[in-house]
Nanobody, 125 residues
């Protein structure tokens, strides 16, 4: 099993920044990529960004490219999501997820095997 714990959410004004962290523990050697998703009220969970542990390849949703940066610290088993120039439409619960066995698409929730509990990000206008 892999446990994921997110932190860093909060309330910020439009144009501001936040950094989310996701600490992984347990059988992390089984995981090969990490992702961030978000879910706003009444909407489906959507892909935000992903990073592969070994090569460091990164992927972003069009809506956040250029504003968000995903990074990883392999030694700490931690993934970060630096969010800048935040907009009210970025308001959502942000979830960290890990890929271990799934061979599905990295931009689909079904492509991940483990999930954190989520952290709320609220952007005021």
């Amino acid at each position: 099993q892999v446990q994921l714990v997110e932190s860093g959410g909060g309330l910020v004004q439009a144009g501001g920044s936040l950094r989310l962290s996701c600490a992984a523990s347990g059988r992390t050697f089984n995981t090969y990529a990490m992702g961030w998703f978000r879910q706003a009220p009444g909407k489906e969970r959507e892909f935000v960004a992903a990073v592969y542990w070994s090569a460091g390849n990164t992927y972003y949703a069009d809506s956040v490219r250029g504003r968000f940066t995903i990074s990883r610290d392999n030694a700490k088993n931690t993934v970060y999501l630096q969010m800048s120039n935040l907009k009210p439409e970025d308001t959502a619960v942000y979830y960290c997820a890990a890929r271990a066995y799934s061979r599905g698409s990295y931009y689909q929730p079904s492509g991940y095997d483990y999930w954190g509990q989520g952290t709320q990000v609220t952007v005021s206008s």
